[in-house]
């Protein structure tokens, strides 16, 4: 029979038990989730890490990603959240500003989960009384949308450079053009804040079609590029942005909205407020 006596002894020379591991010599594993690519890769040139693929794998949020949130350097500068996501991919050679805007969305929203819960609580004021709404979403209820609402034969897939044609009805025009990433929303937006600061007048559907792009009948000269651009008809411009809504895929997140207050009810658009990434 064991002698407990002996176990708790307060004897000098008792003998440790080498093979139990002690505290300093714990391993904390953070744990890891795939997320599924609303593009499904098909935008991605040849040669880009996740040209053909379907998902990533990134880490669970931990606080080392919420001092890059909160860290006011990189609030100012516009990059907090960029930092954040670079932070949680676990292929490190994947550049976040090389990510197209559906699939950095799909990404913030799955580390948003991982850092804090499916649940999304923000306030919403009501579009008919005002009244402000307090409102809950799953973001799991995000639905994805392919980017296939075109008819077919409208558009022309490129997949070894992740470009798609349109070819313009009157003139034959065969416009090549790309979809857009983050980076390239964030510049985007530094034009037409600058434009603002200077009183000059917005040019933002220009601006999207000069960055989105790549070539006019084969040809990639950037300024007669330009010169197409400025003077492109408005109904083949229209056209343009069209069939760039109609191929971007996108990650949809909607809501039944019904306000407390009064007898208004509509889907709306959930906003990504303040709460998104800092939950109160």
């Known amino acids: 029979m064991r002698n407990n006596g002996d176990r708790f002894s307060n004897t000098p020379d008792v003998q440790h038990d080498q093979s139990v591991p002690s505290m300093t010599a714990l391993e904390f594993v953070v744990p890891t989730d795939y997320v599924e690519l609303p593009s499904g890769g098909v935008f991605y040139p040849v040669g880009h890490i996740l040209h053909g693929q379907q998902q990533v794998e990134i880490k669970?949020?931990?606080?080392?990603?919420?001092?890059?949130?909160?860290?006011?350097?990189?609030?100012?500068?516009?990059?907090?959240?960029?930092?954040?996501?670079?932070?949680?991919?676990?292929?490190?050679r994947l550049n976040v500003d090389s990510l197209l805007s559906c699939d950095r969305s799909a990404l913030m929203i799955a580390t948003r989960v991982t850092g804090y819960s499916d649940d999304y609580a923000f306030s919403l004021n009501c579009p008919s009384c005002g009244a402000?709404?307090?409102?809950?979403?799953?973001?799991?209820?995000?639905?994805?949308?392919?980017?296939?609402?075109?008819?077919?034969?409208?558009?022309?897939?490129l997949p070894d450079d992740g470009t798609f044609v349109v070819t313009l009805p009157k003139t034959g025009y065969r416009v090549q053009m790309r979809l857009l990433s983050g980076k390239d929303e964030r510049t985007l937006f530094e034009?037409?804040?600058?434009?603002?600061?200077?009183?000059?007048?917005?040019?933002?559907?220009?601006?999207?079609?000069?960055m989105s792009i790549v070539s006019v009948n084969g040809i990639t000269d950037p300024q007669t590029l330009d010169r197409f651009i400025s003077t492109v008809r408005a109904m083949d411009a229209k056209l343009l942005r069209t069939m760039y809504r109609k191929v971007s895929p996108s990650l949809e997140m909607k809501h039944d909205f019904s306000c407390s207050s009064c007898s208004f009810s509509q889907e709306v658009d959930i906003p990504l407020t303040a709460e998104f990434f800092w939950p109160k």
């Open 60 to 92: 669970h949020m931990t606080a080392k990603e919420e001092d890059l949130l909160t860290s006011q350097t990189l609030i100012k500068k516009g990059i907090a959240v960029d930092k954040m996501l670079q932070s949680v991919l676990m292929d490190k």
């Open 132 to 157: 402000k709404n307090d409102v809950h979403y799953k973001l799991s209820n995000s639905v994805v949308n392919n980017g296939k609402q075109h008819e077919e034969g409208e558009v022309e897939y």
């Open 191 to 210: 034009l037409n804040d600058n434009r603002k600061r200077k009183n000059l007048p917005e040019a933002a559907a220009t601006d999207q079609l000069r």
